[in-house]
């Protein structure tokens, strides 16, 4: 049961745990993400000494476990960092996840591409409006993206070739595609 | 607008969903053992994902990577600990829970069939004694001495002069033997008749109550003391006159019979001596009838009484007659009952008197 939970996707983890109350699936989704919660929480462990590993992980999963029941989840890792940063912001309010308008774009174009993967002629008329939508973008946009996405180029590469440090060129790209996926979504109302 | 190819179908890479980094793929990543694919989905991957990207640069400061394996260990453990264990217990309990209201249910269903039961007989049993009990009377109260031999008394007045008259009949010589046959008729039977009578009484007197018993001794008794008068009053003809102011004291009724007697004696005698067997099973015939009678039985008692009107002959016809007659009266049939009186008088025989005192008092 383990083995066949842990090749589920996240999405069907989810469903598993709130319609079937699945508490396997649940743990099998919570294990998925539990090193990378432990590492962004590791730096505020050691910034306040006051907050024990032993009292600050089970609160989590407790929060986690609460807000899995009542919460639209579209991205797993969206939410458990949310749960996180609203736990260790303000421990005694619980700000309920919501997704914001671009992160819905992005979630709403990512899940068109993944449709189209089977469908042909889906797939040629998706690539044409990114097409289109590309070339809208600013002249530094597009080069970043088209250096990034479609030359395969690594962080390494492009912080040599530009001289920015990492955290700014994953902005600069994250801006990029943000607005990339807004000129896709308004395609119909520009043209 | 054609771009060229391989770039065509890169574009839809841009905003492909990729998974967040396994637990093995974070320090490949930080140390560069990844290859040159994987590396780039896992760039592109952190472009988009800050929980990746924030676990990423967390781990790059040197003195969390201890504490990061420690607590992801010590976290994998807690989960699996803590979560597993609730399910299986959960699944436990669910099943002790299932089973626990499917006993229940079967207590319940057996409780309420039990009762249902219990209802159910009882109402059977107030119906079966509403309707069983005035049978049950009947059938005990029937064969009752008193009322037989008020039945006796009524239906064949003989009886009653039977039981009287030995007093009065012994004097003569030839009746002592059959007196004494009439005191113990059940253990020591004399006459030959009453030997075979008593064979064929033996058959029914075993399925038969000690009442139906009593009832046979009463009908012997009248049989005998029927027979004896006959006899006596054949050889003391002369002596009626003696006779006649002795029993009237006695019994009223019983005194117009005597007359009927000393008319009847020819038919008798030769009923006797010829078809022995035939006079018995007439009378036996005549018996099981009265015994129908007496238990209340009407209709068997009447269709035997027709039986015996028209395959016997003799005495026992003109009785029948008049017995079924007293039953068509008690069933209610007056019409029946006069016809069946007027025949019994016509036929002049030794129930005459009795009949016509019957018709009288209808």
Redesign the interface.
Known sequence: MQQQLTNLSDKELISRARKQLDREAESVLIDRYSHLLVAVTIPHLSSQPNLDPNIVFPALLQRLNASLKTQTIYKANEWILHIQKGYLGKPEKNTPFYPSRDGRDLLHIENTVDKAATNIIDRQDLIVRLEQALQRLSADDNALITQFYLENKSFADLTAATGLPREKLRSQLKAAKAKLAKLFMNQGYAS | ?L?NKP???????????IR??S?DQ?PRYMEGRLT?VE??LV??H??????????????E?E??TE??QD??N???R???N???P??HV?KVAQYTRKEKNKEHMLAYFWIIAFIGLGVGSVYVLRGHMRNQPPVRIMASSLPQKDSVREEVATGVPLVTAAENNPGTTTPAPATTPAIQTSAKPATAPVHPDSAALKKAAALKAAQKKAAADSIKKHTLLQKQADSLKKEAADKVTAKAEEKKPEQRPEQKPAAPKEKQKEQAPPPDPPKRETPSTAVNSDEYLYKAAMVYQQQGNLNEAINRYKRIESVSSGKYVEMARYQLAICYRSKGQAGKARRMFKEVIRMDGSMKAAAQQALDGM
């Open positions: 607008m771009v770039n065509n179908e890169k574009v839809l890479k841009i905003f492909s969903a967040c980094l637990r974070l040159d590396r780039h760039e592109q952190l472009t988009d994902c800050d929980l990746c990207y924030d676990a990423l640069t967390a781990l400061q003195e969390n504490r990061y607590l992801t010590k976290l994998q807690y989960v699996q803590s979560i597993q609730v399910s959960q």
